[in-house]
């Protein structure tokens, strides 16, 4: 996926606004940390690790997988309803590409398949809310709550169903537990895992990234579960993650009295084209129309469907 910078905010304000919990938790210095904690635990779900691993590009290209994952998000989050339509539809039309067999399960994967776009999302918003949480201010109990509902808006640009999306903090755990059993690991998920968190310079993404990699999974991996990290082989003491914790909170606080300025020099560092779109944000330009849209609508006016028809009337 590539991204124009000068076409975020074009059309509208998307579907949050800027008063919604998701700019602020999408645009935070956390957000990072969140997605990069992310990325790796979607390698716990055997079906997607087939897909990536099938491709091979995230062992030529970690960043790349980092970025453009996290672009996408960022773009459904914060940005413009056109963007965001147009986005979800050419990485669908990417996935409808990748089809193959599980090597664990002898099934047929596919990268659209609900339950793999359900765990992809759910694992995406529900770790930047994470790292947001232990490294940022939190959200208060009026914010999460609409958190939640946004997230479950934002799934509408995926093949999952946006009713199977909690909307609470307890259904996020319950979700959790009903997917442990299927959730397990192999060779290659633990290279992808390893690949994203400890990334080699002699891989093909370089000197800093592989170094900011290194940094950022201090980090990461202090906001998982212990069965989690046991399961992924990437287990420490406690101790670290004591240490790690008020280091990274008082980092974040540094970053935020830059009004995030010190997090966009970062992250061509990590993530180029994630680090645009934010540079994008920051610059608060107004769209055409000041209003939010819904999914549904914005699709009618900008996705294939919308096109055929004004083809059609046209």
Not at 23 to 32: G, H, I, Q, S, Y
Not at 192 to 221: C, D, E, V
């Amino acid at each position: 996926m590539t991204f124009d910078p000068t076409t975020l905010r074009r059309e509208d304000y998307g579907f949050f606004g800027p008063d919604s919990p998701s700019w602020k938790v999408w645009t935070a210095p956390t957000a990072v940390i969140g997605f990069q904690r992310a990325v790796a635990l979607e390698f716990f779900d055997p079906f997607l690790t087939a897909s990536v691993a099938d491709t091979g590009k995230i062992y030529a290209d970690p960043r790349g997988r980092l970025d453009a994952t996290f672009a996408y998000f960022l773009i459904v989050a914060i940005g413009d309803s056109r963007t965001a339509i147009q986005a979800s539809e050419h990485l669908m039309d990417i996935h409808a590409k990748s089809s193959g067999i599980e090597p664990i399960t002898g099934k047929r994967y596919s990268p659209n398949a609900p339950e793999t776009q359900l765990w992809i999302h759910i694992t995406g918003w529900q770790s930047v809310l994470k790292a947001y949480e232990e490294f940022g201010p939190g959200l208060t109990p009026e914010e999460e709550a609409r958190y939640w509902q946004e997230c479950r808006i934002a799934a509408e640009l995926q093949t999952c169903k946006p009713e199977d999306v909690p909307v609470t903090r307890e259904g996020i755990r319950d979700y959790y537990a009903n997917v442990r059993a299927r959730l397990c690991t192999s060779e290659r998920a633990n290279e992808g895992m390893h690949q994203m968190l400890f990334t080699s310079p002699r891989n093909g993404a370089g000197w800093t990234y592989a170094l900011g990699a290194r940094l950022l999974s201090l980090a990461s991996i202090a906001t998982l579960p212990r069965w989690m990290r046991k399961l992924g082989g990437f287990d420490r003491p406690a101790i670290v993650d004591f240490l790690v914790k008020p280091i990274g909170r008082v980092l974040v606080w540094l970053f935020t009295l830059f009004d995030k300025k010190g997090l966009i020099l970062a992250a061509p560092l990590i993530a180029p084209m994630a680090g645009q779109i934010l540079q994008q944000h920051l610059k608060r330009e107004l769209p055409t129309r000041l209003e939010t849209v819904s999914p549904a609508a914005a699709r009618e006016l900008y996705g294939t469907r919308g096109r055929r028809n004004i083809t059609a009337a046209g």
